[in-house]
């Protein structure tokens, strides 16, 4: 169980993130046209796993920006916006913004990624979201990168996932 914050008032996730060298946990989230994919439909790539509790908040909106800049740029790597919204407003937000370089994804039919990936926020006023993390994955499904942010209101360490491509 991790313990971060949001606007500094304590938070619990419902386990921890995959550990650097851990193979990744496979997974099936909702896209936005409503088809199910699964982190075995990109072996082979290099996956960012972008996790957040809502696109429509700016901190969340602004991760989803950066990595279609520059991690969906990078050579045989996906970019994959993990959040607990529904695929309409996935699409609403990516089709305003102009962002077709990253793929976004609901879990809104099961809890599976967030169990196998210890995102769930367990109390708070956000519980029941996905907290804001980052997880690279390598073409042979290894955890490359795993990044818990402290605080919900917080970026992500970009650089450093961005470098562990």
Do not use: W
């Amino acid at each position: 169980m991790a313990k971060i914050t949001f606007k500094g008032n304590p938070v619990s996730t419902a386990g921890d993130l995959p550990r650097v060298g851990a193979e990744a946990p496979d997974f099936s989230l909702v896209k936005t046209d409503l088809s199910e994919v699964s982190l075995a439909d990109y072996k082979g790539k290099k996956v960012v796993l972008n996790i957040f509790p809502s696109v429509d908040t700016g901190v969340c909106a602004a991760s989803v920006r950066r990595f279609n800049a520059e991690a969906s740029k990078q050579d045989n790597t996906v970019v994959l916006c993990v959040s607990r919204d529904l695929p309409f407003a996935h699409a609403r937000f990516c089709g305003a913004e102009g962002l077709d370089d990253v793929v976004s994804l609901s879990e809104y039919k099961d809890e599976v990624f967030s169990q196998n990936y210890g995102v769930k926020m367990v109390d708070g006023p956000l519980a029941g979201l996905l907290s804001r993390a980052v997880v690279v994955v390598d073409e042979n499904g290894k955890v490359s990168h795993s990044e818990q942010v402290d605080d919900i209101v917080n970026e992500p360490d970009y650089d450093a996932a961005l470098k562990a491509l």
